[in-house]
């Protein structure tokens, strides 16, 4: 493995997870999904689950699949993020009272919108740095 490609492009993954799940779940669907406590804390951490989330798929992509382009990184992205939301939505779904199926429905699709954002990310900075 490439550590360079994994740290770079996760990085990369990461801050790019973090500026898309503000637009989603910040700005166009910030009815729909409670929003987090104004504090620096709360930020930091959702910045550094993000960065963990970049990582993670950079791991994948870097380590077992190399991948490194666009296209593959999208159609890969999306299913790992498919995967991780119908997970945690189903665990959303069994832990609290105030879930509902329409509600993971909706994250299940963002989760591939943004799992597809991301890893085309990662594959093409992993085929840039080679």
Known sequence: MKTKNFLISGIAGGIV????????????FKDS????????????????????F???MAYIY????HIST????????AIIGFFIALSMNFFDLAMTTD???????????????MGAIIGAVI?????KLG
């Open 54 to 56: 970049g990582l993670f």
């Open 99 to 113: 879930a509902s199926i329409q509600t993971a429905a909706l994250d299940v699709g963002i989760g591939i919108v």
């Open 70 to 77: 666009a296209v593959t990184g999208a159609k890969t992205g």
């Open 62 to 65: 870097t380590k077992w699949a």
């Open 17 to 28: 997870d973090f500026f898309l799940g503000w637009i989603f779940y910040g700005m166009l």
């Open 33 to 52: 999904f409670p929003q987090p406590e104004e504090s620096s804390n709360a930020m930091v951490m959702i910045f550094l689950g993000c960065i963990t």
């Open 123 to 127: 594959g093409v900075i992993n085929g």
